[in-house]
């Protein structure tokens, strides 16, 4: 009964902070003497954050105000050309960065800000522009392998070894997912977009080179040569199978770990195997937090910026596991003692960046090209073509 009281006490004090709060994406202005923060991140997680925005205000002497933004990019330009715009920006998606950046909303950071040295590279890259650092990641997510520690003594350090085990314990996932099944294209050396000089050629398309082929057969291979899985399992299915000692392997992110916890099974995770003594690698996103470059209480603004950076990790990981864009070495104790979570971490530092381009959204229609490939209806060979001409028509409409 005390947990019932306490879990509506939270929803309702979570709704009249949001009550509050609303409407900063409707482009509210702010007073002189307060520092505004808008929170791109779930309402519990901006409860998070406001709560130590109020520890430093009290200790500092000065107002915060924290508001939950749901707006997009166009949203954040249209106010900052108004005026309108926070000091601070935190946990925008860092496929936004790139469009801020050119419209010269990003402060740069003071020399000797952050230690780059304490965080995943990946997620540097998202905000450095030219060499130079233009906000701090503030979390990752990727995905890792779990498996079932009663079927499987020693989990594989090879994909064949894992094929080959899979065969005998059973491995499932969301295959028809692009980001999921991407590892098996990247590791025989497909790419979406080349990155040249830390900007991205659109036009050099590296998924129907050789190796992108090669790819689609090992997935093909998953679903018509090994049946581990049908041409049509999702996630869900995929996960709950899992769950119920179905199956020994499963490909997912850290979001499935407070339900998998659920169950009986007794599980763990590791990293991607190699393949011919290469390391597979997944997919990052991140979150990212700035300094608006029109913010004019700058030194405040800093030392706020500081405090949110350094002590918000903690009660975002144990609010939704958000993982903190930190290197393992340097990651909050809750994730670094945790030997499920930080092999996310582990994971994500052999990671490559979603391509943060207009033209990632032509992969939209991937998954369906996919659901052909593991269906049997399409060779590899056809895959590539139809991903690399919905990539192309794309661009093409896009410059009409």
């Not at 249209?78 to 950046?101: C, T, Y």
Request: glycine letters at 6%; hydrophobic letters at 35%; charged letters at 25%.
């Amino acid at each position: 009964m005390k947990k019932y009281y306490k879990v509506i006490a939270i929803t309702l004090l979570m709704v009249m902070f949001l009550i509050s709060f609303s409407g900063c994406s409707n482009l509210q202005g702010k007073n002189n003497d307060e520092i505004v923060v808008w929170c791109n991140l779930s309402n519990y997680e901006v409860l998070q954050v406001d709560a130590v925005a109020q520890k430093w205000a009290k200790e500092n002497g000065r107002k915060v105000r924290v508001l939950s933004d749901k707006g997009d990019n166009r949203a954040f330009i249209a106010a900052s050309k108004e005026n309108m715009q926070p000091d601070i920006q935190f946990g925008v998606s860092h496929d936004k960065m790139d469009k801020l950046n050119s419209e010269k909303l990003l402060a740069e950071l003071p020399e000797g800000f952050l230690d780059e040295s304490k965080y995943i590279p990946s997620a540097l890259k998202t905000v450095s522009f030219n060499n130079k650092l233009y906000g701090a990641p503030i979390s990752i997510e990727t995905y890792a392998l779990y498996y079932n520690k009663d079927k499987v003594k020693t989990p594989p350090e090879t994909l064949e070894e894992l094929i080959d085990q899979s065969q005998k314990l059973g491995f499932k996932y969301d295959i028809n997912n692009f980001y999921l099944s991407f590892p098996f294209v990247q590791v025989n050396g497909g790419y979406i977009f080349n990155n040249v000089n830390g900007k991205y050629d659109v036009h050099d398309i590296g998924l129907n080179n050789e190796g992108a082929i090669k790819g689609y057969a090992m997935i093909q291979d998953m679903v018509q040569k090994y049946k581990l899985m049908p041409a049509n399992i999702e996630g869900i299915k995929a996960r709950n199978d899992f769950k119920d000692g179905k199956i020994a392997f499963y490909f997912s992110a850290s979001s499935d770990i407070s339900d998998i916890d659920t169950s009986d099974i007794n599980y763990a995770v590791t990293k991607l195997p190699t393949y011919n003594g290469k390391q597979m690698s997944t997919f990052v996103s991140c979150r990212d937090a700035f300094v608006t470059s029109k913010s004019k209480d700058k030194k405040e603004v800093w030392d706020l910026f500081k405090y949110l950076l350094e002590e918000t990790p903690k009660g975002l990981f144990k609010t939704v596991g958000r993982l903190p864009a930190l290197n393992l070495d340097n990651t909050i104790p809750e994730v670094k003692n945790n030997d499920k979570e930080k092999m996310f971490v582990k994971q994500a530092e052999y990671g490559d960046l979603i391509p943060n381009v207009a033209e990632i959204q032509a992969l939209q229609s991937s998954n369906k090209i996919y659901m052909l490939l593991t269906a049997g209806k399409i060779s590899p060979k056809e895959c590539g073509d139809k991903i690399e001409n919905e990539i192309r028509e794309f661009i093409r409409k896009e410059k009409q």
